[in-house]
């Protein structure tokens, strides 16, 4: 079992990486009431909820479940609404704390309830997709979307302990894994040559859900994305280039009609463009460009862009940065492991565009 | 015009009080962007929102004014759902300053919204009612009520300025005023017999909203609040005493309705009953008692409690704390100007009730 201490804040808290890591970490130990509530969803409260009641009764723990609608589309106030309401319900009070077992949206809807609930009680992240392993569980951001905006609302608040049970990827479907894979490729190509050639070399066995790949690779996501967030936790600056493709994704999303292809899909090609574009620019070589897009073909990801308009391209990438009165700003390739943030000159974006991704 | 330093968290903030502190204090220079987002409601606005918005224009501002509905009922998730809409609707972004226009009602809601709008944006207070002004926008409680419990939603999260303008009390009911009055005896009961002596100089002063005796109640008022809440922000332990009157009063609130009595009147007999069993411990003496209830009379609150069998008092005050798997613990005088909290036995309490509130 791997595991890994994060550094943000005042407070810090552990990561614990391994197949039943539920049941061989010391998660249970930073818990102090009686009082825990799980929130899960309707997927995977029946897959994986057993194993982790039966560790909390085993432990003396009271324990309420709060099972929630599965989807993006319930990410929403009023599926939070069903956690307070259970929580009073329950009369949970200020010691209580909620646990996490889910995906990202579990994740993020849960940790925002913690953050607001009782002006805040204590939270644990139980990451059951291996995206939430490797990206949504480390950082602190929580949140629901609101009609009018994905993730509009929301907080920073920290876990008290992370539980990456490896064993929980058994049941995920393989296009959700691929969808994970995205974002542990994303971790190596900013920042760490190294690490996307050991995904070069291991990119089949992390496929066939090896344990001891998928162990290194949600370890070594959780460093560098918490490295990359310390000193920059409330996302000022350097954070920035952990969105290496998606601008290009948020395109593809937004295009297709959000759902259509998963996020970690669209990342995947948008990784595959802000590659092309780090290449026009004389940051990147083709033989770099053909690696890259090799290794998130490999992972079952997508590699060739939607047909859209340029203009669509455009308007749909400039839509976020046009909020914050600023320019649209790329995360580039200065050589794989180096990323870097740069405004472009449009006229360059529409050039490979028109190459890669024109209708 | 008083200034006062909040120092809280990692941030202190200032606190400016006097008639037009509105115009005279450098509050607007806090504000890094040109976007503010004022949240006011349907009373307060037509009164108070143009000498705001007038400065903001005169100082460049882009303003975008939010008004709610009016009432203690419309402190929910609904309300602040309108809100975020209207934030997003205006394109406001992270760099946007929610400014609170308001009474407790405005400030909680604008003060939650500020907290979790885009993951946290700056806020900045203008309380408009005296217990707004000494009470509730200093300490940083934030919140809106949820269908199953008062105030059970919301977050810590500190404003970056409160502008006390005194000349926005010009219009309060004078209901409301007598209201704050409780809170600032409350101030002087606790911790301060100097206080609560000039208080008691200048009661009929304060009811005729004479500006220099309202000036000092609200910035000892602040002084006293903000010195208890620092060291307890998150609420654990000392901060307790501000609950002084309270425990009777929220049995008040409770049982004859929630808006039957203002919250303050409520206080302002709760405060009595606290005294009576101060009393009757041996912790006050009847010249004290007579003394304090004389000024919470004065202040235009009622100093007789309704009358309610002893059974339902008690089941009302044991309301909170059994749900916390605790006993009710009071907050009592040790003389005035000195509050500690302990455990009472319960027959002691209901001896106190039967000779001064029982049905
Ligand atoms: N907080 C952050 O920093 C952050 C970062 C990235 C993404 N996110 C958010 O995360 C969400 C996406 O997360 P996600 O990709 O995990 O999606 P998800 O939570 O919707 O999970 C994907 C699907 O897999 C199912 N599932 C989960 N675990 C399973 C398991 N072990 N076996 C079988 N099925 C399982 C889910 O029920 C769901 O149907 C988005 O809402 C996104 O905004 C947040
Ligand atoms: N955050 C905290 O620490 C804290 C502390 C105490 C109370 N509170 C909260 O504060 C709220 C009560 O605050 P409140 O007593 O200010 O009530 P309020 O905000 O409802 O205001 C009382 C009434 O006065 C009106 N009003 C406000 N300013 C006015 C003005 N200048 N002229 C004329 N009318 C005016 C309001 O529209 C309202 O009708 C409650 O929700 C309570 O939970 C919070
Ligand atoms: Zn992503
Ligand atoms: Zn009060």
Redesign the interface.
Known sequence: MHRLEVALDERSYPIAIGRDALAQSDWIGVIRGKQVAVVTNETVGPLHLAKLTSALDAAGKSVTVVTLPDGEEYKT?ETL?LI??AL??A?C???TTLVALGGGVVGDMTG?AA??????VPFIQVPTTLLAQVDSSVGG?T?IN????KN?????YQPRFVVADLATLDTLPARELSAGLAEVIKHGAIVDAGFLGWIEENIDALVARDAAALGHSVLRSCEIKSEVVAGDE?ESGRRAILNFGHTFGHAVEAGLGYGVWLHGEAVGVGMVLAARLSQRLGYLDEAAVQRLTSIIGRAGLPTRAPEMPVKRWLNLMAVDKK???GEVRYILLRGLGNAVVEAVDEAIVAEVLREHAAA
Chains 1, 2 share one sequence.
Do not use: N, P
């Open positions: 106030a609404d307070y309401s009073l319900e009369r009070d200020r010691k925002f953050a607001t609930y009782m002006r805040g951001k949140g609101h009609r009018l905006g509009m609302i929301g907080a920073f409330f909020a914050e009165g």
